[in-house]
């Protein structure tokens, strides 16, 4: 301080220096009354907060599994590379990133990233950088010349492994890294940022039994954050198993049929599907082409997955319920009880097929040959488009037929569950178009025709179906009138094996009488015993429909249905145990009827096969 002339501190200054001093001390008494005395309880908490924190810890996903218990999805070891930033020197960061990047095949750049970014938020805390596990032989690679890595952290965690990836991929679905908008709806619930979750396939459809229950453990950390040790420990409760209706030999069966057929160039895509006609179980469910789910979760890589998506046979769809198709002549079975529901046809109604075309307002209606008198169940056996034309739209073969007309045929055909989902406990079901002249004049704009009911009688024109309609349509006439809702789910049960709520399947009631459904089970029949769906040296009773799409005609050719259901004893009563449907793409190159479909022939050693007919 300044002294005046005879060398002492002027007062007023002596006294400012006094005050600030006291107001100094005077803060810093009132800030420490506060802290200790009126919060001391609140920073105290904080306090333990910051030196005793709970951790979760993440259950292991429940195993999927067969009808008869057969694993299909579970997990195996892995390893989780992650960086903790406060024991990586600054020096060697670049050539981490670099390192690390090429073993997990990821950006170096991206990784370098990752690392800056939880250095700014917390170096003390591991950062992941994988963010699905990796397998055991990187871990090692990692660990054994932990020099090359300083500051990365190996961590056990758990790989979702399917048992027979390419085969069940499009049933299975996979799981994935949940996304940040998916965290922000799910984290209340007890997801974390870095969890998986189902991402399609019954790993989306059941998450809330494949996820377990997280526990806890309860750590000590010291002031730089870094853990000491674990005060108190709650386990996880791994999640519930969920065995499905399928029946993982029949689905050999069929893939293999199915695969065969593509790699010998019959066909260039194939959907088979079986289910139990008397209550809805899926028994089997194929789509070829598919994808092994293994890449997903082991994390695809950027050209595995240009790949699947640049593939245009769409491997990535289940076509079993994700694709539509004309229904072609399968669809016949719905024009026919159409017109024997509302009275205009009967068994005995005959329509004389004395050509194989005939022409309205300009356009040719074909039959694929000349056929003669038919009545309903030979109409039917032998496939005859002008037989249906006729009960469809009336025709100049039979004057005294009055044809059903369009309004009924959706009628009866969305009773069938044709138009609309089934609801099939898997996501992304198509519902497929069931037309009538209210829909096309709403979608084009545009009058109904005669031409269009034609094309409508025999699944030709706007009708398009997805293969697990078509099946269920016919599931419900084979065992005598009940609809039932398609479904995957057998059974859950818990880590104590006890069985878990599912949901009840829903069925409706057809109103058709039981004598029309007999009429249908018997031609359907008639269909294999005449030799139209030709299977020599059959041992069991199968029924059922041929068909084949031409307008889905393409360079290769056309693609054909069968689908069919086995009664018991050769008799037309509703005790069919196993319906299926198979459709093939691009498989032949004529729209005969007669011509091979290559659908037939493998239904017949499917299911001779299945049903133990050949042992």
């Given at each position: 301080m300044r002294q005046d002339s005879r060398g002492f501190i002027p007062v007023r200054r002596f006294i400012a220096f006094g005050i600030a001093i006291f107001l100094v001390f005077s803060t810093l008494t009132v800030r420490l009354y506060d802290l200790e005395i009126l919060r001391g309880d609140y920073y105290h908490v904080l306090s333990e907060q910051n030196r005793i924190v709970r951790l979760p810890v993440p259950a292991e996903r429940g195993g999927i599994v067969d009808r008869t218990g057969y694993v299909l999805a579970r997990n195996i070891p892995g390893f989780a590379i992650s960086v903790i930033p406060v024991d990586l020197p600054r020096t060697r960061e670049e050539e981490l990133s670099q390192r690390l990047g090429s073993l997990l095949t990821l950006p170096s750049d991206s990784v370098d990233e990752t690392i800056r970014a939880q250095r700014i938020r917390n170096p003390y805390e591991p950062v992941r950088i994988s963010k699905t596990p990796v397998p055991r032989e990187i871990a090692l690679a990692v660990t054994e010349r932990a020099e090359l890595f300083p500051g990365v952290r190996v961590d056990p965690e758990s790989i979702r492994f399917y048992v027979d990836g390419t085969l069940y991929a499009p049933v299975m679905g996979y799981?994935?890294?949940?996304?940040?908008?998916?965290?922000?709806?799910?984290?209340?619930?007890?997801?974390?940022?870095?969890?998986?979750?189902?991402?399609?396939?019954?790993?989306?459809?059941y998450?809330?039994?494949?996820?377990?229950?997280?526990?806890w453990r309860e750590i000590e950390r010291d002031a730089a954050l870094r853990e000491i040790k674990t005060l108190a420990l709650q386990r996880a409760t791994v999640g519930d198993t969920v065995s499905l209706t399928i029946d993982d030999r029949l689905q050999k069966l069929l893939d293999a049929e199915l695969r065969k057929g593509v790699d010998d160039d019959k066909f260039t895509q194939a959907v088979g599907v079986a289910?139990?006609?008397?209550?809805?179980?899926?028994?089997?469910?194929?789509?070829?082409?598919?994808?092994?789910?293994?890449m997903f979760a082991r994390g695809i890589t950027t050209?595995?997955?240009?790949?699947?998506?640049g593939d245009d046979r769409h491997p990535l769809v289940n076509k079993a319920i994700g694709d539509r198709y004309p229904a072609g002549s399968t669809f016949k079975m719905v024009t026919g009880l159409s017109a024997l529901s509302e009275g205009t046809a009967t068994r005995e109604t005959v329509v004389n097929v004395s050509a194989s075309s005939f022409s309205v307002s300009g356009t040719t209606f074909y039959d694929w040959r000349q056929h003669g008198s038919l009545d309903f169940v030979h109409g039917f056996a032998h496939s005859s488009d002008i037989y249906f034309y006729t009960l469809a739209g009336g025709t100049q073969f039979a004057p005294n037929v009055h044809?059903?007309?369009?309004?009924?045929?959706?009628?009866?055909?969305?009773?069938?569950?044709?138009?609309s989902p089934t609801g099939i406990d898997l996501p992304n079901e198509d519902g497929g178009i069931m037309p009538d002249p209210q829909w096309k004049l709403a979608t084009f704009d545009e009058p109904w025709t005669i031409g269009n009911t034609y094309q409508e009688a025999i699944g030709q024109g706007f009708v398009a179906v997805t293969p697990l309609q078509l099946l269920n349509a016919?599931?419900?006439?084979?065992?005598?009138?009940?609809l039932w809702q398609p479904h995957l789910l057998k059974q859950v049960t818990d880590a104590a094996?006890?069985?878990?709520p599912i949901p009840e399947w829903t069925s409706q009631k057809l109103a058709m009488t039981q004598d029309n459904l007999r009429l249908i089970r018997e031609s359907a029949r008639r269909v294999v015993t005449i030799g139209h769906a030709y299977m020599p040296n059959l041992k069991i009773p199968i029924a059922g429909k041929t068909g084949k799409d031409s307008a889905g005609r393409n360079k290769l050719g056309f693609h054909n249905w069968f689908v069919s259901f086995v009664p018991q004893a050769d008799n037309t009563d509703p005790t069919a145990q196993i319906a299926m449907v198979i459709f093939t793409y691009d498989s032949s190159k004529s729209l005969c009827e007669l011509c091979l479909n290559p659908a037939v022939g493998m239904t017949q050693r499917i299911l001779e096969r299945y049903l133990g007919a050949n042992k």
């Open positions: 799981t994935g890294p949940i996304t940040e908008q998916e965290f922000e709806k799910l984290k209340q619930s007890g997801y974390l940022g870095n969890d998986d979750i189902g991402r399609t396939g019954i790993e989306s459809i998450e809330q039994y494949l996820r377990g229950t997280y526990g289910m139990n006609p008397q209550n809805g179980e899926i028994l089997a469910m194929v789509s070829i082409p598919g994808y092994d789910n293994n050209a595995e997955l240009a790949a699947l998506n044809g059903v007309g369009p309004d009924a045929i959706a009628k009866y055909a969305r009773m069938l569950g044709f138009g016919y599931a419900a006439v084979a065992n005598g009138g009940t094996g006890k069985n878990v």
